[in-house]
């Protein structure tokens, strides 16, 4: 269940280009504005008012954003051809981008600067839906020049290549069809090849890879039936393993995102200092789709709400976004 | 260039499916009709026509088609959901069908049958554009409930699996940007990888699966030039190889797919007897797009005209559709 709220009465394309220009454009800029209407509107309505914006100032809203808008310059973060953005600045644009543009941005950012411990291609590739990802394939090459899949083979390599290059070219069948004989067959050959300790087999890959969500979800659970341990637990080692992490990622992502995306969030705002990228990156790609349940798990999880938590490891106007988002006020 | 002739006026679709229909249910199939009508129509018409039939005759047309056409019964083909057919009605039905139906149709038949021996994914992954391709991997979920990568991966095996599945998930940049640096770093990878015989390197297979043709065409000239041979040329060994042959075949539909469907249709007409899957698969799925290099190379390379050599192979309905279809009363 998505947390982003949607006021009953929403203002047309126009007003809300009106407003956002008054607030970019007026002395000093007034973020309040930019946070109430951007943080309550919908996709497709975002899309509407940067179609509006850029038609009326000849402008694109996000470059408006970019130049305008002040907020914590402490922290700089990266970010493609919007050159160097402050956390708040980020997050605003990634929320205002679409879905496709915005997986293709975080995808692209993963590939250059790819290493191990990075999850985020498995998590773009893994919790979307085929369509979805497809449209960030197409969204890439508009953007990039080339294609997804040729950067991250370039920029990746060995095991981490063989898991990833598919992961990342897949466009899984999504019904709910289940050959049971097959999920037996394949449990068997997941376990036999984790039994070896042979994790990047080319069965294990094929399989994470290219079967539907609903088919490995019941070869997943035939493995618990059969061999007595949820195949998680099999891929975990005491040594720390960045190859069985991402492949535990995989099957976390493809099966219950929400318990991944809460584990992000955690790792996040745990500690010293707060991960602003992925906390971002989670807010603004599941307001809309699951955030509620990732919610629902924090919260179980940890003892404590995670607008708390939020609120605690963040400050100013990048707080009140995040917070906007996750449906803060409703709790 | 299309060798496909659409009549300048063009009847309704209704008056075509009419004309179709008292060619199926009268005293005797009229196939005279069949071929004047459907070898005549281009694929946005096909589709008309189809639409129009099943709306006036709750049946599909192909179904029509399958029922009640005769044919040279001697030769039967299997076709999938159509059961066993001739290859007069498989060309038909072949040609009828739209680029990604019949896409999707041709890569199950050869997912399910594969040999090494078999090129026709190649064919079909290589020599499409990344929206065609992208269009089949749609058609074959719609039809068979499964993604077309889980199913060739799970019929292929070793070499031809690292090779075959990237290149059936590949959604290839189709842009003209070349990256002559990248070009030549990657014509000495393939190069040093062919020089140690190690053909089925993950460095070739991530090359040829992932670059856009531009990219692909620069890396090969630059191959030519710097080591001094074509790259087909350093893939081919005296021993019959079937790896390497695949090889040379997605290169060669990637560079050149004229010459390489030449090659098809020549190997299904020399000798005894004739390959009517791979001449009825190159004439539907290419009459509307390269049929005409195609026939050109054929004349040059062979000395005789394809239609002409065609009519010496084949009979009757079969030889008189694929005749209309390459435009044999034009030349």
Redesign the interface.
């Known amino acids: 269940m998505a947390t982003l709220r949607v006021p009953q009465v929403v203002p047309s394309p126009i007003e809300d280009s009106q407003q956002l220009r008054k607030a970019f454009v007026g002395l000093g800029t007034n973020e309040k504005t930019i946070i109430s209407i951007l943080a309550h509107r919908n996709a497709a309505q975002l899309r509407q008012i940067r179609e509006t914006y850029h038609e009326t100032y000849g402008e694109d809203l996000l470059v408006s954003l970019k130049k305008e808008i002040s907020g914590d310059f402490e922290r700089l973060r990266s970010m493609d051809r919007y050159g160097v953005l402050t956390c708040w600045q980020r997050v605003v644009m990634l929320w205002t981008l679409d879905q496709a543009e915005r997986d293709a941005m975080l995808a692209n950012e993963a590939a250059q600067k790819w290493h191990p411990g990075n999850l985020v291609l498995v998590e773009i590739t893994c919790t979307r839906s085929a369509a979805e990802l497809?449209a960030t394939?197409?969204a890439y090459?508009a953007r990039y020049?080339?294609?997804l899949?040729?950067d991250v083979?370039?920029h990746t390599k060995g095991d981490f290549?063989?898991l990833l290059?598919?992961l990342v070219?897949?466009?899984?069948?999504d019904?709910p069809?289940v050959n049971t004989k097959l999920a037996k067959l394949e449990a068997k050959m997941l376990h036999k090849a984790i039994a070896e300790k042979f994790y990047s087999h080319?069965e294990i890959i094929?399989i994470l890879?290219?079967?539907?969500k609903a088919q490995l979800i019941a070869t997943f659970n035939h493995y618990n039936d059969e061999f007595g341990n949820p195949i998680n637990k099999d891929l975990k080692h005491e040594a720390k393993d960045e190859f069985l992490s991402s492949l535990r990622a995989v099957i976390r992502c493809l099966v219950c995102p929400e318990r991944y995306f809460e584990k992000v969030v955690r790792s996040a705002i745990e500690g010293l200092g707060t991960d602003e990228g992925a906390l971002s990156r989670v807010i603004t790609t599941r307001a809309e789709v699951d955030l509620q349940e990732i919610k629902e798990v924090y919260a179980k999880r940890n003892s404590k709400a995670l607008d708390a938590a939020i609120a605690k490891d963040t400050s100013g106007d990048y707080e009140a976004f995040l917070l906007e988002l996750i449906g803060h006020n409703e709790n």
Chains 1, 2 share one sequence.
Not at 209 to 212: A, C, F, L, P, Y
């Open positions: 497809f394939r197409k090459q020049k080339r294609s899949e040729e083979a370039a290549r063989k290059v598919p070219s897949s466009y899984r069948y019904g069809e080319e094929r890879g290219t079967r539907s």
